[in-house]
């Protein structure tokens, strides 16, 4: 897999010419074993407090008869949504698209911690970082793995490669190559957002009507 | 999950009080302009009414905005939604509507008062005395951008939250409609009681004037829940849900049907038809129906406010 070179000071560019780069993530429900690996590490990286995460894996279940049962674990993150909800109601621009990697962002300068974002957010992923007083959510490591040319943290640290994160315009991308062979399927899709974190659905999990 | 603290609830009461504030000062001048407009011309200045609006709008939105800054996580930083802008947050747009009405407000204020304020400064300070003639001058002019930005501002407040995609009841394309006429039904409202509290006539033109608006107000008020209402439960799904929840059995029912709907709707209404066969008008009953409609339509800011973050879809 390729290292991932990009990543500047928020904001530092907003033209918007082709950058070839535009960063997802899918979470394989099946692989997942729901053991907060994920959660924790990211914890640590980015200096997420307690009482407050960018990632939680929801458990439901357990699903079928003793022996078999199985349960069903869902990330909780930011989407990274195309269309983003947040960005459109900051009023300072503090909430951001960044135009060279699609990475949502939030430039903690700008924010005034108005908390429009954390209402608009129809995923209900953002928080306010009771340290710094600002607006917080996953940005895909943009300020710690990838600067540094690493992969994100709760993606190194999952044991079973649930996760797989990558530039959705790179075909020979493990992500675009995981993409094309599981069905896999996004969140409230019918809200217009275009979200950038696709899910591999449980195949044993409960079926809802 | 209880009726003030729940999972997914962002704004709390503070930000119901300020768009209650915001309609409120937008509703006074409003009524403040139409009765100078219909009723009073030249002598608005020496009506209690007149001059309790032109206390109650400018108090009113200052103190909606110093809760607002009060309520950020970061109030020191305020001065950056003054600074950078989004042209596609309503909250950016709303900030700089309340910027323009706050000039204009003190404008017109100064113009319609610009006599009185003369005579008291009696030549002292002659730079603020041209100033109160130019704006004396240019009334016309004040009085039409402030017509503009007082309806503005009463439909900012609904806009601000029908924007929040995420929750039926409130992405709500009534929502601004109900907000701006609830808005300038509590602005009539404290114009009312603010003037017979400064010894206005309870039985007089302005009160007249108020109260033949405020009926038809009220029914389009009623009308615009209504439809509101109906609209969500007709599209099914997660609206339907959602407000049958809201004005179901539960704290937020009653909070509807008792207060938004009795005594911020019914009673004056009630008391509204009676007070116009009854040709004599007392300061108790004016007041007494003043406070009912203040008192809805807070409620029902609350009410909308909690009642829309309930229903996440
Ligand atoms: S998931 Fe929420 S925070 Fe993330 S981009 Fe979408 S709207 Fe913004
Ligand atoms: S809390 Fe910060 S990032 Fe969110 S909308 Fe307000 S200013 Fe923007
Ligand atoms: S990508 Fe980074 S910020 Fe986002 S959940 Fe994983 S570790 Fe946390």
Known sequence: MSVYTVTKAPQANTSEQDSGLKYAMVHDENLCIGCNACEDACREVNHVPYGVTRVKIERSGPFGEYPDQSYRFIRHSCQHCEAAPCVKVCPTGAAYIDKETGIVAVNEDRCVGCQYCIAACPYQIRFINPETKVADKCDFCQQTQLSEGLQPACVLACPTNALVFGNLKDPDSALVKTLKSKPTYREKVDLGTRPKLFHVRTIDGEIVL | ?313
């Open chain 2, 1 to 313: 999950m209880s009726a003030f603290h729940f999972d997914g609830l962002v704004w709390h009461w503070p930000i119901a009080i300020y768009l209650f504030l915001a309609g409120l000062s937008a509703g006074a001048v409003f009524f403040a302009i139409m009765l100078k407009h219909f009723k009073l011309a030249d002598k608005a200045y020496l009506s209690p009414f007149v001059q309790a609006a032109a206390v109650i709008a400018p108090v009113a939105v200052c103190a909606g905005l110093g809760i607002l800054v009060m309520d950020l996580t970061k109030p020191l930083a305020f001065w950056k939604i003054l600074v950078f802008y989004n042209p596609s947050s309503v909250m950016s747009m709303g900030v700089l509507v309340l910027l323009a009405y706050q000039v204009v407000l003190f404008a017109w204020i100064g113009s319609v008062f610009s006599s009185p304020i003369q005579q008291w400064l009696k030549q002292r300070l002659p730079l603020l005395s041209k100033l109160l003639a130019l704006l004396a001058r240019h009334e016309d002019v004040i009085t039409g951008v402030l017509v503009i930005l007082s309806l503005s501002l009463g439909a900012y407040t609904g806009f601000l939250l029908s924007a929040l995609i995420g929750f039926p009841l409130l992405n709500n394309p009534v929502l601004p409609l109900l907000f701006l006429i609830s808005g300038l039904s509590s602005g009539a409202a404290a114009t009312l009681l603010g003037g017979v509290l400064m010894r206005g006539n309870p039985n007089g033109v302005e009160v007249r004037f108020i109260h033949r608006i405020e009926i038809p107000m009220i029914l389009v008020e009623i009308m615009l829940l209504f439809t509101f209402f109906v609209g969500l439960i007709l599209s099914g799904g997660q609206s339907e849900v959602a407000a049958l929840n809201a004005i179901g059995e539960g704290f937020w029912g009653w909070i509807f049907w008792g207060g938004v709907v009795g005594v911020g709707l019914t009673l004056p209404l009630a008391f509204n038809l009676w007070m116009k066969v009854s040709s004599d008008r007392k300061f108790a009953y004016v007041a007494v129906t003043a406070s009912f409609s203040l008192i809805g339509v807070l409620l029902l800011r609350n009410f909308i406010l909690y009642t829309g973050q309930m229903t996440g879809v």
